[in-house]
């Protein structure tokens, strides 16, 4: 499962990297850390509220990432 889980953040990270962050490794696991915990979280408390919770925290760190690297043009 762990194997999994790690891919997933490697894919973030490649997208990230696309991009133009300055640290796609560090936001691919913060987004996955997320992913995962807003998962969690909403079966716990079979709750549809903590997806648009996640998503609006998932948009901060892009915003912020992306203010520090600059993204790139192709």
């Known amino acids: 499962m762990s194997t999994r889980r790690e891919g997933f953040a490697r894919r973030l ?3 990230a990297r ?9 936001l691919g ?3 996955a850390l997320l ?3 807003a998962a ?14 996640a998503r609006s925290i998932a948009e901060s760190l892009v915003d912020a990432a992306l203010a ?3 993204a790139t043009s192709p």
Do not use: K, M, Y
């Not at 969690?40 to 919770?53: D, E, F, V």
């Open 13 to 15: 990270a490649a997208i």
């Open 18 to 26: 696309q991009a133009g962050v300055a640290d796609p490794d560090i």
């Open 29 to 31: 696991e913060q987004l």
């Open 35 to 37: 992913f995962d915990g």
């Open 40 to 53: 969690a979280r909403g079966t716990a408390l079979n709750s549809g509220h903590t997806r648009a919770c």
């Open 68 to 70: 520090d690297g600059g």
